[in-house]
């Protein structure tokens, strides 16, 4: 979907360790990432170079991923720092968090304090990510919100009931139709279609795996490492309509990737005045398509405590009945992607 990027390589990786087909998933590497990057400007001890070369953080690339989103009217991108101690911070690292993140770190009051942050910066998609800050002393957090008009809109009157085959039940889902010239391409084993959004530097990518088991679908999101050679056909294409909401606590996928230091000790000591533990890292995304455009969000929080390709230059059809990706992505790499099993 762009150039192979540290966030499509991560993409890759997390689709054999997180659950993406018992139900409908939306999961985003950008908010993880740009959390992590957060946390690796607190210090450059043991646990964060553990960090960055097991998870191959590039913070530059990172860095140069949000400068563009920012440029983007149609995504909004946010992190922050809330501390119990906010006069020990040190003065060059808030001045460095002000440059880099445009971040003014706030003291630790209460939850509401955290929740209404959270809340703010993803249009109230997700308005809870802690019920208490009881024993926190510092929290890093990242925000991303996107909403988008397709660029052709599907004509709801054209919307109908269909079944989806899920893989364990059949369900009857508002399936959205529409027929226009799109970027498309046929390889061995998928569909790919690429839907480009009003005024947006990202586009909707869906991978509809040819053959409908697990195996199939999990393997299909290779694709998104590619750049395909798309090429605009007149495609009928019949999409169902979601909403997603998806919850993650994040630590066991750090552990699965070799990340264990900084759950032990992170010296912060010249940053933050003090040695941090993240106890647990959360996201919380939520994402919405319908026949006028998409929005999705995403929160992430850490607290202390290549297939050969066959082309078709005729009237296609693809029928997303059976589980598929759809993946939100940029030319510096994905910033969601979401399993649509509809189970």
Same mark, same amino acid.
């Given at each position: 979907?762009?150039?192979?990027?540290?966030?499509?390589?991560?993409?890759?990786?997390?689709?054999?360790?997180?659950? /993406?087909?018992?139900?409908?998933?939306?999961?985003?590497? /950008?908010?993880?990432?740009?959390?992590?990057?957060?946390?690796?400007?607190?210090? #450059?001890?043991?646990?964060?170079?553990?960090?960055?070369? *097991?998870?191959?953080?590039?913070?530059?690339?990172?860095?140069?991923?949000?400068?563009?989103?920012?440029?983007?009217?149609?995504?909004?991108?946010?992190?922050?720092?809330?501390?119990?101690?906010? =006069?020990?911070? #040190?003065?060059?690292?808030?001045?460095?968090?002000?440059?880099?993140?445009?971040?003014?770190?706030?003291?630790?009051?209460?939850?509401?304090?955290?929740?209404?942050?959270?809340?703010?910066?993803?249009? #109230?998609? +997700?308005?809870?990510?802690?019920?208490?800050?009881?024993?926190?002393?510092?929290? =890093?957090?990242?925000?991303?919100?996107?909403?988008?008009?397709?660029?052709?809109?599907?004509?709801?009157?054209?919307?109908?009931?269909?079944?989806? #085959?899920?893989?364990?039940?059949?369900?009857?889902?508002?399936?959205?139709?529409?027929?226009? *010239?799109?970027?498309?391409?046929?390889?061995?084993?998928?569909?790919?279609?690429?839907?480009?959004?009003?005024?947006?530097?990202?586009?909707?990518?869906?991978?509809?795996?040819?053959?409908?088991?697990?195996?199939?679908?999990?393997?299909?999101?290779?694709?998104?490492?590619?750049?395909?050679?798309?090429?605009?056909?007149?495609?009928?294409?019949?999409?169902?309509?979601?909403?997603?909401?998806?919850?993650?606590?994040?630590?066991?996928?750090?552990?699965? /990737?070799?990340?264990?230091?900084?759950?032990?000790? +992170?010296?912060?000591?010249?940053?933050?005045? *003090?040695?941090?533990?993240?106890?647990?890292?959360?996201?919380?995304? /939520?994402?919405?398509?319908?026949?006028?455009?998409?929005?999705?969000?995403?929160?992430?929080?850490?607290?202390?405590?290549?297939?050969?390709?066959?082309?078709?230059?005729?009237?296609?059809?693809?029928?997303?009945?059976?589980?598929?990706?759809?993946?939100?992505?940029?030319?510096?790499?994905?910033?969601?992607?979401?399993?649509?099993?509809?189970?």
């Amino acid at each position: 979907m762009s150039n192979t990027s540290t966030l499509n390589q991560h993409t890759q990786k997390v689709a054999g360790m997180l659950d /993406f087909t018992s139900k409908s998933t939306c999961y985003s590497p /950008f908010s993880l990432m740009h959390a992590l990057s957060l946390l690796a400007k607190c210090s #450059n001890d043991a646990s964060i170079q553990e960090l960055v070369q *097991k998870l191959e953080l590039n913070e530059a690339q990172i860095q140069d991923f949000v400068a563009q989103l920012k440029k983007d009217a149609s995504i909004a991108v946010a992190s922050n720092i809330f501390d119990a101690n906010i =006069l020990g911070l #040190n003065e060059d690292f808030k001045k460095l968090m002000l440059k880099q993140y445009d971040v003014v770190p706030e003291q630790l009051v209460s939850a509401a304090q955290v929740n209404g942050w959270c809340s703010k910066h993803t249009n #109230n998609k +997700i308005k809870e990510i802690v019920d208490s800050v009881e024993g926190m002393e510092t929290v =890093l957090i990242s925000a991303i919100h996107f909403k988008a008009a397709w660029d052709f809109k599907f004509n709801t009157y054209l919307t109908c009931k269909m079944p989806f #085959n899920g893989f364990t039940k059949q369900s009857e889902v508002n399936m959205m139709n529409a027929k226009f *010239k799109m970027d498309y391409v046929k390889t061995r084993t998928a569909q790919v279609v690429r839907l480009p959004y009003c005024n947006s530097t990202l586009s909707a990518y869906i991978i509809l795996p040819l053959a409908k088991s697990q195996k199939d679908f999990k393997d299909a999101l290779s694709l998104a490492n590619l750049q395909p050679s798309f090429s605009k056909c007149e495609t009928a294409l019949s999409l169902p309509r979601f909403t997603i909401s998806s919850s993650f606590n994040l630590e066991d996928l750090l552990q699965q /990737f070799g990340v264990s230091k900084i759950f032990n000790n +992170i010296d912060c000591a010249e940053t933050l005045n *003090k040695q941090l533990r993240m106890q647990k890292i959360i996201q919380k995304t /939520f994402i919405e398509t319908n026949e006028n455009g998409t929005e999705a969000a995403a929160v992430t929080a850490m607290f202390e405590d290549n297939d050969d390709i066959e082309f078709n230059q005729n009237i296609v059809k693809m029928v997303c009945d059976h589980p598929f990706w759809f993946i939100l992505s940029g030319k510096r790499g994905v910033v969601f992607v979401s399993s649509i099993t509809l189970s």
